[in-house]
C-alpha cells in the first residue's frame, strides 16, 4: 500500500493512459478510504468521456480498435489524441486487467447502470458500438462479465 495514493487519483485520463496504474491506485485507497468516498469519484462524470462516469470510460477502452479506425492511422498518421476518447491506446486495456478494475469499481460503489450524455448505458454502448466510427474488437470475454454484472444490477433494481 503506498500511502501517497488519495482517491483524488483516479481520473478518467489516468484510467486512459494507464489502466494498470489506476487499479493499484483503486486497489491502494479502497484499503484506507471509506467505499462510498470511492464511489463519488467513480461516478464522477467527465466531459471527455460523453459524461460517462469511470466504469463507463473504462468500458469504451477495453480491446483493440477496429480495422477500419487502425487503417486510418495507417493512411494518415495518428488520430490527434483529443479527438476522442481511446485515442491514444489502439490496443486498448488488455481484457484481464479490464476484468480486474470492473470488479474492484463495482466493489468500491461504481453504478453499472449509470448513463451517459446520449442517455446511454454501458450495455447501450456494446449494443450500438458497430454503429459508432471507434468501436472496439478481442473483448467479448469483457463484454460478457459486463453484461453478467449488469443483468444482476437490473434485477437489484427491479425487485427494490
Known amino acids: ?10 481520473s478518467v485520463d489516468l484510467l486512459e493512459r494507464d489502466a494498470k496504474r489506476y487499479l ?6 479502497s484499503e484506507i478510504e471509506e467505499h462510498n468516498e470511492i464511489a463519488k469519484r467513480l461516478n464522477q ?9 469511470h466504469l463507463h470510460a473504462l468500458s469504451m477502452l477495453v480491446g483493440k480498435m477496429n480495422q477500419e479506425v487502425l487503417e486510418y492511422f495507417d493512411e494518415n498518421g495518428s488520430i490527434p489524441h483529443h479527438m476522442y476518447y481511446g485515442s491514444r491506446i489502439p490496443e486498448g486495456v488488455d481484457v484481464e486487467t479490464a476484468i ?5 469499481m463495482i466493489e468500491c460503489g461504481g453504478h453499472i447502470l449509470s ?10 454502448h456494446f449494443e450500438n458500438e458497430e454503429e459508432n466510427r471507434f468501436y472496439r474488437t478481442d473483448n467479448e470475454e469483457y463484454i460478457k462479465v459486463v453484461k453478467e454484472i449488469y443483468e444482476s444490477a437490473k434485477l437489484d433494481v427491479t425487485e427494490h
Open 1 to 10: 500500500m503506498n500511502p501517497g495514493h488519495m482517491i483524488i487519483d483516479l
Open 24 to 29: 493499484r491506485i483503486l486497489n491502494s485507497v
Open 45 to 53: 462524470k467527465s466531459p471527455d468521456t460523453w459524461e460517462s462516469n
Open 100 to 104: 480486474c478494475l470492473l470488479k474492484k
Open 115 to 124: 448513463k451517459n450524455y446520449y442517455d446511454e448505458d454501458v450495455m447501450g
